[in-house]
């Protein structure tokens, strides 16, 4: 087991890699406000980290053959961020359901989400450090 191998350490390195694929999502979001028939997408990772801690594990076990695909059953691992697309509604006549202020929102609050796992990382860098270098 590496220093960098604990469940903490890697639930944050998929915190930060959700946190990313979120920001590029919400950009492509935004890059298409205004495009005709254009849905727009969100990247679903923290209900699912919850949902592990909890301890809320469907009994069947899933096959995952693609990354894409969502994980349940007995998963050990740290779960994938899964892109989600919202096709069932509408905010424009031109079918498009981008909201900007909602998008800004969600950017603004994927920053902070990004920091906070930034924070706690090198936290976590720091203990070891202090740790093999004897305090």
Not at 116 to 122: A, D, P, R, T
């Amino acid at each position: 087991m590496g220093l960098l191998n604990s469940v903490s350490f890697q639930r944050l390195q998929g915190g930060l890699n959700a946190a990313t694929k979120r920001q590029s999502v919400l950009a492509n979001n935004v890059a298409n406000a205004d495009t005709p028939n254009f849905k727009r997408s969100d990247v679903s990772f923290e209900s699912f980290l919850k949902q592990q801690e909890s301890g809320i594990k469907p009994t069947l076990a899933a096959r995952v053959s693609d990354s894409r695909h969502f994980q349940f059953g007995a998963v050990s691992a740290v779960p994938a961020a899964v892109v989600t697309t919202d096709g069932t509604t509408s905010m424009n006549n031109n079918d498009n359901n981008v909201d900007m202020d909602r998008e800004q929102a969600l950017s603004a609050e994927n920053q902070l989400r990004y920091n906070s796992y930034v924070e706690q990382l090198n936290s976590q860098i720091t203990m070891m450090r202090t740790v093999v270098q004897g305090g």
